[in-house]
T-cell receptor
Framework: KAGVTQTPRYLIKTRGQQVTLSCSPI?????VSWYQQTPGQGLQFLFE???????NKGNFPGRFSGRQFSNSRSEMNVSTLELGDSALYLC??????????????FGPGTRLLVL | AQTVTQSQPEMSVQEAETVTLSCTYD???????LFWYKQPPSRQMILVIR??????QNATENRFSVNFQKAAKSFSLKISDSQLGDAAMYFC???????????????FGKGTKLTVNP
């Protein structure tokens, strides 16, 4: 079974632009979560989607948004990019069983550099 | 809010020896899950081991085992017979065991960089 895939793997943008990152979960997984990883702040939760609905959101400004499609693929969008948005963006998927007992599996990440 | 603390930013171990990485967490919940993830230079986060808080028995996965002390809110990872391929960042993570509507949000520690010396 193929793992979690993320595209693109690397991205360079300039301040003020917007960017869309994509995540395809493992086949059969309906839950997708996004994390931002930076050297200063570490790994921080962005948001979580299940069955096309946002279930939880981290403490990020409204410039960060996401969505999930009917095939469970997810996208996250960052508008009006700032230098501080430079980070590794990780996506994780799981089957999301009742009670949250299922393990999340991570993709390889998208490295975003904002100049 | 839950927090996870890894007090050792860096650790080193000789190949074939044993090393223990520390993790403490703070929560008011009684039911939760704890994880250790490994992140090699490739940046791919790989699950090493998981522990359900309701289980008293410590989880083991081959050379990896944990020492879970629920009362002390401690969750250390022991790596036996260390191999060069074990060199990576190791992250301890916490997740609430919610009801069906609960979140899958993982709360991570800052990580411990493990170096394995030949």
């Amino acid at each position: 079974k193929a793992g979690v895939t993320q595209t693109p793997r690397y991205l360079i943008k300039t301040r003020g632009q917007q960017v869309t990152l994509s995540c395809s979960p493992i086949s059969g997984h309906r839950s997708v979560s996004w994390y931002q990883q930076t050297p200063g702040q570490g790994l921080q939760f962005l948001f979580e989607y299940f069955s096309e609905t946002q279930r939880n959101k981290g403490n990020f400004p409204g410039r960060f948004s996401g969505r999930q499609f009917s095939n469970s693929r997810s996208e996250m969008n960052v508008s009006t990019l700032e230098l501080g948005d430079s980070a590794l963006y990780l996506c994780a998927s799981s089957t999301r069983l009742a009670g949250g007992s299922e393990t999340q599996y991570f993709g390889p990440g998208t490295r975003l550099l904002v100049l | 809010a839950q927090t996870v603390t890894q007090s050792q930013p860096e650790m080193s171990v000789q190949e074939a020896e044993t090393v223990t990485l520390s993790c403490t967490y703070d929560t008011s919940e009684s039911d939760y899950y704890l994880f250790w993830y490994k992140q090699p230079p490739s940046r791919q986060m790989i699950l090493v081991i998981r522990q359900e808080a309701y289980k008293q028995q410590n989880a083991t996965e081959n050379r990896f085992s944990v020492n879970f002390q629920k009362a002390a809110k401690s969750f250390s990872l022991k790596i036996s017979d260390s191999q060069l391929g074990d060199a990576a960042m190791y992250f301890c993570a916490y997740r609430s065991a919610g009801t069906q509507g609960g979140s899958e949000k993982l709360v991570f520690g800052k990580g411990t960089k493990l170096t394995v010396n030949p």
